[in-house]
């Protein structure tokens, strides 16, 4: 299989297609769930993969996505680096993570791709670790179970100005510590540090809901917009099917494809940016 992340990402809305139409019986796709996505991925990029090569992408996708969640369940937000979207923690804490975790390494330099898609396509089969704090998921909330918050004591020695930004503010040649609360040990907070955490949590809300709103209003994906490009007259072989192949994996050429909104004005368009790249 073509390893290119816009393909990998097609694979995977196409399994989830699948999932959402109840062909995951059990662990797995059923037969003919497969041969959906293979007619589905060879209608939208001309490539035929086998049943086969599709089966073992599932199988090699899901331990990756189990020991994604693994590892974010073992931290609690202060080794993560919220720009690279990485683990940032000593090298004794990685030691232990990659004999506790098998095939976690590959995370330390950046976080799991299509994780939407791979919650969907994994939902109740997998160990999700729900009781951990997971930074990748939108409105996280510290359960219960890891923080024990005291409002009524004055007199706390923890502090969460870092909590959610990510920072650590640690002076050249220190070294950091990880203060993590751990599971059933009772971490006192005061007044003013538990406000400035339930503000943070309220902003996190609000910008996750423009988000949504926005991915809403102008997202499509490489399957929706194929199959409009198959509709406005851009068959597969044709000089126009080609270069929607090129084009339309980039997202903001996608959208540029959906303002326009007859099939006729679609293929012109398609026509046009062929001949411009590749001569008329």
């Not at 950091?176 to 339930?198: F, L, Q, Y």
């Not at 679609?266 to 026509?271: D, H, P, S």
Request: hydrophobic share 35%.
């Amino acid at each position: 299989m073509d390893r290119t992340p816009e393909r990998l990402t097609l694979v995977c809305e196409l399994f989830v297609e699948q999932v959402e139409k109840g062909n995951r019986p059990n662990t797995h796709l059923n037969a003919v769930s497969y041969t959906e996505v293979s007619d589905r991925f060879f209608q939208i990029t001309g490539i035929e993969l086998s049943r086969t090569q599709l089966k073992n992408k599932w199988d090699k996708l899901k331990p990756e996505f189990t020991a994604w969640q693994k590892l974010m369940g073992r931290q609690t937000g202060t080794g993560w680096d919220h720009l690279k979207k990485t683990i940032d923690m000593d090298p004794e804490w990685w030691r232990k993570m990659k004999a506790e975790i098998p095939g976690c390494a590959k995370f330390k330099k950046g976080p799991i791709q299509n994780e939407e898609l791979l919650v969907k396509m994994f939902k109740n089969i997998t160990n999700d670790e729900s009781d951990h704090w997971n930074p990748m998921i939108e409105n996280p909330i510290v359960p219960e179970s890891q923080v024990h918050i005291n409002l009524d004591d004055d007199s706390a020695a923890v502090h969460d100005d870092n909590l959610y930004d990510g920072s650590n503010n640690v002076s050249d040649g220190d070294v950091a510590e990880d203060v993590s609360p751990s599971i059933g040990k009772g971490v006192r907070r005061t007044k003013s540090s538990t406000a400035v955490v339930m503000q943070e949590h309220v902003k996190r809300i609000a910008d996750s809901a423009d988000a949504i709103a926005n991915k809403r209003l102008g997202e499509v994906t490489i399957k929706q917009v194929m199959e409009l490009v198959v509709a406005c007259g851009a068959t597969i072989s044709t000089d126009e099917h080609f270069i929607a192949t090129k084009l339309l994996v980039k997202r903001e050429q996608r959208e540029m494809f959906m303002t326009l909104d007859t099939d006729e004005s679609r293929f012109i368009w398609l026509r046009r940016m062929y001949d411009d790249q590749y001569g008329a």
